[in-house]
């Protein structure tokens, strides 16, 4: 049945896709070995490194976050090694899956899924290990199954008090390009990063940002890699060109989300972001509901995820909002499955497209009977018109 008007993809990745890159990417397939592809090429791996907030070496495959997540180990590591994990939520569990899929044997330091990584319990772990048999520490940025947000400054900071040779890998799936991010000034290692959430591109794009450190490591490492390995890309990269088919239309999209996001002004991107999750979170706090993440300091910028009253189940709530106003939330991960619902507001957003995501949940709690206050969109409202966007005023001044 024809649903009329645009789908509302509120899910905290994919995000929406807006129309420029949309255009961008809706090109003929060029050759990858032409002349003009080495251009193309060049342009993409320039432009990226701009929002990654480095000078290193990018890798950019066709694959998903997963791949690269893979890539960041297996470039890096050898069997058997130790690596450090945090387990703020479902996202790093996965990671710490895959690496003892491996052959690795990861340490996980747990959480509640209500905070950010533990940047003291990092540092204590670090300090026992003496003999340096951690060969890495992993932490993701931007937990996407909770909504919590760690501060990598710091915890690159404990790692340096402590001396540890460890290197820093970070997952920035979900936070780059809507959360401020330096890979060089916060000394990170292996940054993962994909392109479906804050890039605002389709999925399709993953990437590595490799530290001098970590591309002397992959020297050493012994894990076996083909597809995944740095040495090849990088020697191909030296002139824009890929050492198998790149996802070509892809790059296109890439070089114009690159360009949008510095039209706007990284500053600005980022300050948009916090605005719109300040927002929603006063919506949530109207409704009566309790937003999962329980450290202010962690707020994420991205989304956020909203605790069900007990009894109430989420993917009911979610069913009835896509049923009724055509719209996706996203859903409870792991051990949160039916007990949050997720607002993704990340990505090519602005203020009228939240308040219809938030009236979307409004009418989606009162049809569905999740007991709750009125008003949350009312709180929104408010916030929003009571805060002009910063940015924006200072260019209209
Ligand atoms: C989405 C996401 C992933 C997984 O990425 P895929 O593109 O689905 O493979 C990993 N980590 C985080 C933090 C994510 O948000």
Redo the contacts with the bound molecule.
């Keep these: 049945m024809r649903k009329p008007g645009r789908h509302f993809l509120q899910i905290p990745?994919p995000s929406t896709v807006p129309d420029r890159i949309l255009r961008a990417i809706d090109q003929p397939v060029i050759d990858h070995r032409s002349p003009e592809f080495g251009d193309l090429g060049r342009r993409a791996l320039e432009g990226i490194k701009t929002i990654f907030g480095t000078d290193a070496n990018m890798i950019i495959y066709p694959a998903?976050?997963?791949g690269a997540?893979e890539a960041a180990l297996v470039n890096t590591m050898s069997a058997g090694d130790r690596v450090l994990m945090c387990e703020t939520g479902h996202?790093a569990w996965l990671w710490q899956r895959l690496a003892t899929r491996l052959g690795l044997q990861p340490e996980l330091i747990d959480t509640d899924w209500r905070q950010a990584a533990d940047v003291a319990a990092i540092e204590a772990r670090l300090r026992a290990d003496s003999s340096h048999e951690i060969k890495a520490v992993c932490v993701?940025h931007?937990?996407?199954s909770t909504g919590c947000t760690s501060d990598i400054a710091a915890i690159r900071e404990a790692m340096d008090g402590t001396g540890h040779p460890a290197l820093l890998m970070v997952?920035t799936?979900?936070s780059l390009g809507s959360v401020d991010y330096r890979h060089d000034a916060w000394g990170v290692d292996v940054t993962v990063g994909?392109s479906?959430?804050g890039l605002m591109l389709p999925?399709g794009l993953?990437f590595n940002a490799v530290s001098e450190k970590a591309r002397a490591a992959s020297v050493a490492a012994d894990l076996p890699r083909s597809f995944w390995d740095w040495s090849e890309m990088i020697a191909a990269n030296a002139t824009g060109y890929f050492p198998y088919t790149p996802a070509t239309n892809m790059l296109y999209g890439l070089v114009e989300a690159v360009d949008m996001l510095h039209e706007e002004g990284l500053e600005a991107v980022f300050a948009r972001h916090k605005r719109h999750a300040e927002a929603t979170r006063r919506a949530v706090t109207a409704w009566g509901l309790e937003v999962l993440c329980r450290v202010p300091d962690h707020y994420s910028p991205v989304l956020t995820a909203v605790l069900m009253p007990e009894g109430q189940s989420a993917d009911v709530l979610r069913r009835t909002i896509h049923t009724e106003f055509n719209m996706s939330l996203g859903n409870g991960l792991g051990r949160l499955q039916d007990r949050v619902f997720r607002i993704g507001h990340l990505g090519d957003f602005n203020d009228l497209m939240l308040l219809g995501t938030l009236s979307g949940i409004e009418m989606g709690l009162a049809r569905a009977g999740v007991p709750h206050e009125r008003g949350g969109v009312q709180a929104a409202l408010d916030f929003l018109s009571q805060t002009p966007d910063a940015a924006k005023a200072e260019r209209a001044a």
Excluded: L
Aim: hydrophobic residues 20%; aromatic residues 12%.
């Design positions: 990745g998903s976050g997963t997540w996202f993701v931007n937990e996407t997952d799936i979900s994909g479906q959430k999925p993953s």
